[in-house]
């Protein structure tokens, strides 16, 4: 008795294996003409190429720009304590010796150094905001739309609030109440970039749930919550997936521009935000070098680059999601 | 439904939803600790302090607070700007016009150079207008706006010398030219209201870079936007007739085309003046110009919260109205769009 109730449990595991590699199988063969869309667009390339190399710049920090050994926290950029100097000056040998690649910035910081390591904030500050963004707005959204009602009134009035401040004012005066650090603008941005995927999600749900397939779904007997996140939240994925890469980009665009006014981490951080506002503050100002009797230079160095680098991871990230509509929009797609 | 109708509901709509944001900034500044605490100093005595205690009513329950708080809102008291040393409201209104100038400057520049911009980009589809405008686009929406700024700034200001650095005007009309009346405090319709020719040219001046970095990004959200709606509306069956009619090309463009292509660019406008708003705290900030932007980061530097508050609800106010007044106009230039 117990033996073949075990065996039917084990057959019914093996059919389940099988169904679920049967429902997968059309989704990797629109995965792979996916690809074999993406390898068209030029623009979707030239986005993955610069997204993939800011990534391996991220991955590789240590080794393209090796902490000096008494360093405690590798996020710390190292500093010589000396008025900027114009890229290729000699960089101390405490710091790791050779040349400053990118000059130096406020009181003598690494700007090379913050560049590379810089790219890892970017990284996980976008990353960290967007996923838990999109995890809230998906939950929420998707029970709006699903359940409609009295819930979808309250979510979509609650989100109208946060949609009628503009996200950056917003953000203000959250981190303002808040400490100023990094943790804070994060928890800043999430608090503004729910909302829009709430939206998006909910406009999906509710014109997806009239589908027939939901509808068979039901028919079959299957429960409220497997028809939901099995069936109607993985076909509502595709434009979240294609605003979740450009905002990526935009949360970085905004995380800066927060750093910028003085909500950012300190001065020695590596946060390319942050990095651009010191350059501000050198802005009219020219400094000698070699200090304090040489000639003067404008020290344009301290943000011209890390303002390049914001720029690039943007445009990176935007191109891939401009190439990823494209892509994935049933319209366009055939 | 009329359109004074539709406008009456949706004032009443907004009702509940500026009552959401006033909630939300009385949490804020409940988070941040006792909000007396930012006005009480060293050498107060206990009276003092009580008095400054009573004023926020802290010993009460927080609804109590809350209600307090709220007929401060409706009445016109939004608290004391620490930062410039005048009642907030007051403060608002000092420093709103020349936002709000900037703002619409480059708005109005934006809409004139996106609309322009995408519909040549839509009629010259995959032609090399077609790719150096849509790339310029990318870069538009990828661009950073302080860094943009601080490009202008050290190009055009700072190695060229043909814009001021900063400021909305020349310091020395404030010992010179005392007798311009200040009828709307826009310094660009005043100057003109008095005839004062050199005050306005000087307005121009400064305003330059400020306004045009403001409108980079939404010249790109708008290029795109018109370029999209004007290749849906190139494909209609009506372009197809009056070309076929024989008209020139030119008016097929202008008076077919673009006019309806328009229709969606302008929903998009009322979202981007949000952008607008934030993006002018950055370009305040850099360009010293004196308005609200300016005003707020100052405000956060010194722990202003009854500032930063007022400024945050303003702007909620300010982009509410402004969607609203879109909406209107959407019905009005689509007499297919049923205002409900």
Redesign the interface.
């Known amino acids: 008795m117990a033996n073949a109730e075990k065996e039917a449990v084990g057959k019914n595991n093996i059919s389940t294996i099988g169904q679920l590699r049967k429902s997968l199988k059309p989704r990797i063969r629109e995965l792979r003409f996916s690809l074999f869309l993406m390898r068209k667009s030029l623009m979707a390339i030239v986005g993955i190429v610069i997204v993939l190399s800011l990534v391996t710049i991220a991955i590789l920090a240590p080794v393209l720009a090796p902490p000096p050994p008494n360093s405690r926290d590798p996020m710390i950029i190292p500093k010589d304590l000396e008025p900027p100097k114009p890229p290729g000056s000699p960089r101390p040998a405490d710091l790791g010796g050779g040349t400053y690649i990118f000059g130096s910035g406020v009181m003598g910081i690494d700007v090379y150094y913050g560049l590379i390591w810089g790219a890892r904030t970017s990284i996980y500050v976008s990353l960290y905001v967007v996923l838990i963004a999109v995890l809230i707005g998906l939950v929420l959204g998707a029970i709006a739309g699903f359940y409609g009602g009295k819930i979808d009134e309250l979510l979509m009035r609650i989100t109208d609030i946060f949609l009628s401040v503009p996200s950056l004012i917003l953000a203000m005066a959250v981190v303002a109440v808040l400490s100023r650090s990094l943790e804070n603008i994060m928890l800043a941005l999430i608090v503004i970039w729910w909302p829009p995927y709430a939206r998006i999600v909910r406009g999906q749900v509710l014109s997806i749930k009239e589908n027939t397939y939901v509808e068979a779904a039901r028919a079959v007997g299957a429960k409220k919550m497997r028809i939901l996140f099995r069936h109607i939240v993985p076909n509502s994925l595709s434009p979240v997936l294609v605003n979740m890469t450009m905002d990526i980009g935009v949360v970085v665009l905004v995380a800066a521009g927060l750093s910028f006014i003085g909500f950012g981490p300190p001065s020695d951080y590596a946060e390319w935000g942050k990095m651009v506002a010191d350059g501000h503050n050198y802005f009219l100002g020219t400094v000698p070098y070699p200090f304090p009797n040489g000639p003067d230079y404008n020290p344009y160095w301290i943000w011209v680059f890390p303002g390049l680098f914001i720029f690039l991871f943007v445009m990176g990230f935007n191109l891939l999601g401009d190439g990823l509509r494209d892509i994935l929009d049933p319209r366009l797609r055939r | 439904m009329r359109t004074r109708t539709f406008i009456i509901r949706r004032l009443l709509l907004l009702i509940?939803?500026?009552i959401?944001?006033s909630l939300?900034?009385f949490a804020?500044?409940r988070?941040?600790g006792n909000p007396a605490a930012a006005y009480i100093r060293e050498n107060m005595s206990q009276e003092q302090i009580a008095l400054i205690e009573e004023q926020f009513h802290v010993h009460d329950p927080i609804y109590i607070q809350y209600f307090y708080w709220f007929e401060g809102i409706v009445q016109g008291n939004w608290g004391y700007s620490k930062t410039s040393h005048i009642p907030v409201t007051d403060a608002i209104q000092t420093f709103f016009p020349a936002t709000f100038e900037l703002t619409l400057v480059s708005i109005g520049i934006a809409v004139v150079v996106g609309i322009a911009l995408g519909t040549l980009s839509a009629t010259k589809r995959n032609k090399p207008v077609d790719h150096a405008t849509r790339l310029m686009a990318?870069?538009g929406?990828?661009?950073?706006?302080?860094?943009l700024a601080?490009?202008l700034?050290?190009v055009f200001a700072?190695n060229l010398g043909w814009f001021p650095?900063i400021g909305r005007e020349a310091d020395y009309w404030h010992y010179v030219d005392k007798d311009i009346t200040h009828y709307t405090g826009f310094l660009l319709v005043d100057s003109v209201l008095n005839l004062n020719w050199d005050r306005f040219s000087d307005a121009v001046w400064h305003i330059a870079l400020p306004a045009v970095t403001l409108s980079f990004g939404t010249i790109a959200i708008i290029t795109r936007i018109q370029r999209g709606s004007m290749l849906d509306v190139l494909n209609q069956d009506y372009v197809k007739t009056a070309r076929s009619k024989g008209l020139p090309e030119r008016v097929v463009i202008r008076k077919h085309a673009r006019r309806n292509a328009l229709i969606p660019t302008t929903t998009v406008v009322g979202l981007a003046f949000?952008?607008l708003?934030?993006?002018a705290?950055?370009t305040e900030?850099?360009f010293a110009w004196p308005g609200l932007g300016l005003w707020?980061?100052s405000a956060?530097?010194n722990?202003d919260?009854a500032s930063?508050?007022g400024?945050?609800m303003i702007?909620?106010l300010i982009?509410?109205i402004v969607n609203l007044i879109v909406d209107v106009m959407y019905a009005y230039l689509d007499p297919r769009v049923r205002l409900e």
């Open positions: 509940p939803v500026l959401g944001v939300f900034v804020l500044t988070i941040s990318l870069a929406v990828s661009m950073p706006i302080f860094i601080l490009v700034q050290n700072y650095m949000g952008g708003l934030g993006g705290v950055l900030t850099i707020s980061t956060i530097s722990n919260w930063i508050m400024f945050t702007s909620a982009y509410v």
